[in-house]
Structure formats: structure tokens, C-alpha cells
Nanobody, 120 residues
Framework: QVQLVESGGGLVQTGGSLRLSCAAS????????MGWYRQTSGKQRELVAS???????RYSDSVKGRFTISRDNAKNTLYLQMNSLKPEDTAVYYC??????????????WGQGTQVTVSS
């Protein structure tokens, strides 16, 4: 069974930094695109950043220049380095990945979420 397990959330002051990690475990063939999403109460989950298996990245305008997404394919781990954090970055952050269970069978997975709180 494939699992995505996030870590690294917490409480930080405005202007501070946090680094989120998401480790994929279980039996699978390969990982395709991965991404970080976030959600606040009463709002839809939004894409923060994504990275494909070639290392190409995309960012939402709200985090561009402050957040950096990266992945370590050898460790099956996704990262999000968050700098210059603002109170509006407060949310539950979710890891997402397209994972091939076999060469032809691809499924989409979500992590359990990790809370990031930025105090003003």
C-alpha cells in the first residue's frame, strides 16, 4: 500500500522559515509529478507548487520567490522550503503525487496534511 507521510509543519513568526517533507513508502514502480497544496477552513484546496519527474517546477503567484519545491528521487521524498513566511500562508499543507503501481497503472495519492501557522 502506497503512503505519503508529511512532516515539518509547525508554528513560526512572520518572516521565518519552515521546510516541509513528504516521503512516499510502499510498493510502487515510479513516481511521476508531485506537488504541495494547501487549504484553509472554508476554502478550496489550492496548488502551491509542483514538480515533474524531470525537475520542472511551477509555483502559485502568491509564493513565487519565497517557496522552493524540490525532490530527491533516490529517497522518494518531496520537499517545500518556505521562506519569508506571512500570516496568509497559514494553512494545512498537503502532499500529492501521481504514482505508478506498475508500468501501466497510475493512481493519485494525498498525504494526511501538516499544519503550518504563521503568527503576526
Amino acid at each position: 500500500q502506497v503512503q505519503l507521510v508529511e512532516s515539518g509543519g509547525g508554528l513560526v513568526q512572520t518572516g521565518g522559515s519552515l521546510r516541509l517533507s513528504c516521503a512516499a513508502s510502499g510498493n510502487f514502480f515510479s513516481i511521476n509529478a508531485m506537488g504541495w497544496y494547501r487549504q484553509t477552513s472554508g476554502k478550496q484546496r489550492e496548488l502551491v507548487a509542483s514538480i515533474d519527474n524531470g525537475g520542472r517546477t511551477r509555483y502559485s503567484d502568491s509564493v513565487k520567490g519565497r517557496f522552493t519545491i524540490s525532490r530527491d528521487n533516490a529517497k522518494n521524498t518531496l520537499y517545500l522550503q518556505m521562506n519569508s513566511l506571512k500570516p496568509e500562508d497559514t494553512a494545512v499543507y498537503y502532499c500529492n503525487a501521481d504514482i505508478y503501481g506498475s508500468r501501466w497503472n497510475r493512481n493519485n495519492y494525498w498525504g494526511q496534511g501538516t499544519q503550518v501557522t504563521v503568527s503576526s
